[in-house]
């Protein structure tokens, strides 16, 4: 990680559970050079920390915003993150 990492954690509501939306932002994440983790939460929303570049970090924050196909991202809430990651991965839910 270098210096000008930037770390964020996001909260993605709508309908972003059953379309495919961890494995797409995974895939998504790993072709950007993202490092982090998406996951499922109980109340039906999708949460993630992604790292990388400023650059990066706006762009996984842009596709979040559209989702997959299947999904209809109703609002996104972004706040900065902590933590070192070494891949992006899919958590379980929680």
Do not use: C, K
């Amino acid at each position: 990680m270098t210096a000008a990492a930037v770390t964020r954690r996001l909260r993605v509501r709508g309908r972003v559970q059953g379309v495919g939306y961890r494995e797409s932002m995974r895939r998504e994440a790993v072709r950007l050079g993202v490092t982090g983790w998406v996951r499922n939460r109980l109340d039906g929303s999708v949460e993630a920390m992604v790292q990388g570049s400023e650059e990066q970090v706006a762009a996984i924050i842009d596709w979040a915003h559209r989702g997959p196909p299947a999904a209809m991202v109703l609002r996104l809430e972004a706040e900065d993150g902590e933590g070192r990651f070494a891949g992006f991965e899919r958590r379980p839910t929680l």
